[in-house]
């Protein structure tokens, strides 16, 4: 696609329930990053993946959060049991080996009630 | 060893007035170092980078001066507009070996008529 591609838009769930973020990357991007983001707040780090390599998760703020990149491409976060506290924008990101420009998506609002 | 510290958290410039924000990093690996500009309800965008080969580039309004033996760079916005409001977010990266990009907190600027 033009962009990255990130869905839903908008989430609205229950405390407790599971949810799963999905992201599209730029196609032939090997870097993918997610990104969390508080109302007004900056960019908070939750992982990277790059190429086949293992994943980076150092930004992971609990067990309750995962997220897995199926083959190489589109990726998914997940959070489980979800807590009023993980109400936040959820940004993916991209970028191409050996670039150094990360293109972002618009991101996922997610609130829980 | 892989943070990048920004300063002021938020700025209020009249409308024609020098904008100026300021980051320091650690990791002299760096050798990439990118601003993003982050409009409400958008995904951050690259605005302007810098390798430290040079010491200022400027794209129009907005230069990046950089301090290699300070592990520093800024970016100015000269005559700001209205339009500028946003957050900026500067960022570092190695285009070779571990490229995670590495960003800072955030700058929430806005600029008064």
């Known amino acids: 696609g033009a962009g990255v591609s990130q869905s839903p838009s908008n989430k609205v769930t229950e405390k407790g329930k599971d949810v799963e973020l999905r992201c599209d990357p730029i196609?032939?991007?090997?870097?993918l990053y997610w990104y969390r983001q508080s109302l007004g707040q900056g960019l908070e780090f939750l992982i990277y993946?790059?190429?086949?390599?293992?994943?980076?998760k150092s930004g992971l703020p609990s067990d309750r959060f995962s997220a897995e990149r199926t083959g190489g491409s589109v990726s998914t976060l997940t959070i489980q049991r979800t807590q009023q506290e993980d109400s936040a924008v959820y940004l993916c990101?991209?970028?191409?080996?050996?670039?150094?420009?990360?293109?972002f998506g618009q991101g996922t609002r997610l609130t829980v009630v | 060893q892989q943070q990048v510290k920004q300063s002021p958290q938020s700025l209020i410039v009249q409308k024609g007035g020098i904008s100026i924000i300021n980051c320091a990093y650690e990791?002299?690996?760096?050798?990439?170092f990118p601003w993003y500009q982050q409009f409400p309800g958008k995904g951050p965008a690259l605005l302007i980078a810098?390798?430290?080969?040079?010491s200022e580039k400027k794209e129009g309004r907005f230069t990046i001066s950089f301090n290699k033996s300070a592990k520093q760079f800024s970016l100015h916005i000269m005559d700001s507009q209205p339009g500028d409001s946003a957050t900026y977010f500067c960022?570092?990266?190695?285009?070779?070996?571990?490229?995670?990009?590495?960003f800072g907190t955030g700058t929430k600027l806005q600029v008064i008529p």
């Open positions: 990101a991209s970028s191409r080996l050996g670039g150094t420009e990360a293109f």
């Open positions: 960022a570092a990266s190695m285009e070779r070996g571990y490229q995670k990009v590495t």
């Open positions: 196609s032939g991007h090997t870097a």
């Open positions: 990791n002299t690996a760096f050798d990439y």
């Open positions: 810098i390798r430290p080969d040079v």
């Open positions: 993946f790059q190429g086949n390599s293992a994943p980076d």
